[in-house]
Nanobody, 118 residues
């Protein structure tokens, strides 16, 4: 059973920074892609950023391009989301997602709350 455990959320003022972490229960090379999604109250879950574990290619939602950076530490089975210049509209529950390289199964973490408010 694959487990993804997120951490690093919290309350931050506008303009501040947070770094989210997602630790996988197995090597991240067993996944094709890993990504961060978010879901704000009353809204659909949306893709924030993704990374290909093989080649390292990344992609970002337009709303976070230039402010957020996704990265991975293969030795620690961990994917990070560095979030800078945070805005109130970034407030949401952030979820880690991984797609199995072998079965194409999709796995989700439990989510971590990010609140941007003064």
């Amino acid at each position: 059973q694959v487990q993804l455990v997120e951490s690093g959320g919290g309350l931050v003022q506008p303009g501040g920074s947070l770094r989210l972490s997602c630790v996988a229960s197995r090597s991240i090379f067993t996944f094709n892609t890993m990504a961060w999604y978010r879901q704000a109250p009353g809204k659909q879950r949306e893709l924030v950023a993704g990374v290909s574990t093989a080649g390292g290619a990344t992609n970002y939602a337009d709303a976070v391009q230039g402010r957020f950076t996704i990265s991975s530490d293969n030795a620690k089975n961990t994917v990070y989301l560095q979030m800078n210049s945070l805005k109130p509209e970034d407030t949401a529950v952030y979820y880690c997602n991984a797609i199995s390289r072998f079965t194409q199964s999709s796995y989700w973490g439990q989510g971590t709350q990010v609140t941007v408010s003064s």
